[in-house]
């Protein structure tokens, strides 16, 4: 168990709507880090939060969002869904130092119809 | 983007025997990491090389990074069945950020 809780597990939904990742990272990280597994683009960083701001971002698609909150629990927003956002979305944690693991969720696995 | 290419894609051995897997990567790092991926699960750390480090060893696990080749290796000894898994390597550089390779998948075969 690696400490970060990530729901739901598994979201089915159509092209065009819109919906919410949510992540709880382990105890005591203060940065959360958001990534995309699918076949073809591979693990994807998309965007880190440290203590409530964004620290740093990677490929993440305008229609995306997030925000880590004061509990230091983080969101992820998708929004006007296509087919290809269909993927394998995690949450990492780690504490405040950059020679430090990440520790990931179970992730959410986000099926677009 | 990705930064490691890892080798081989995929390695099918017999319990018992040694895998390696291989990570090459184009800039330079602070550190490099090795994660474990079952089917469909999350990623679980297994071992972290500064880049001021040469070799390093957890249990089973040896992992070796040469900075002037910009290429780490991953050694498992004495391979177990459970040790079936994708293995993905992915380096930081600046930001604590990771950048995975595209993995190599291992089965061990009993």
């Known amino acids: 168990d690696s400490g970060v809780t990530q729901t739901p597990k598994h979201l089915i939904t159509a092209t065009g709507q819109r919906v919410t990742l949510r992540c709880s990272p382990r105890?005591?990280?203060?940065?959360v880090y958001w990534y995309q597994q699918s076949l073809d683009q591979g693990l994807q960083f998309l965007i880190q939060?440290?203590?409530?701001?964004?620290?740093a971002k990677g490929n993440i698609l305008e229609r995306f969002s997030a925000q880590q909150f004061p509990d230091l629990h983080s969101e992820l927003n998708l929004s006007s869904l296509e087919l290809g956002d269909s993927a394998l979305y995690f949450c990492?944690?780690?504490?405040?130092?950059?020679?430090?693991?990440?520790?990931f969720g179970d992730g959410t696995r986000l099926s677009i119809l | 983007s990705q930064q490691g290419e890892e080798d081989p894609q995929a390695l099918s051995i017999q319990e018992g025997e040694n895998a390696t897997m291989n990570c090459s990567y184009k800039?330079?790092?602070?550190?490099l990491q090795w994660y474990r991926q079952n089917s469909g699960r999350g990623l679980v750390h297994l071992i972290l090389?500064?880049?001021?480090?040469r070799e390093k060893h957890s249990g089973r696990l040896r992992v070796t990074l040469d900075t002037s080749k910009k290429s780490s290796s991953l050694l498992i000894t004495a391979s177990r069945a459970a040790d079936t898994a994708s293995y993905f390597c992915a380096t930081t550089s600046g930001y604590s950020t990771l950048t995975f390779g595209k993995g190599t998948m291992l089965l061990v075969s009993p």
């Open positions: 090389i500064r880049s001021n480090e």
């Open positions: 800039t330079s790092i602070n550190n």
């Open positions: 990492a944690s780690s504490g405040n130092t950059g020679n430090q693991p990440q520790h």
């Open positions: 105890s005591g990280d203060l940065s």
């Open positions: 939060y440290y203590n409530g701001e964004e620290r």
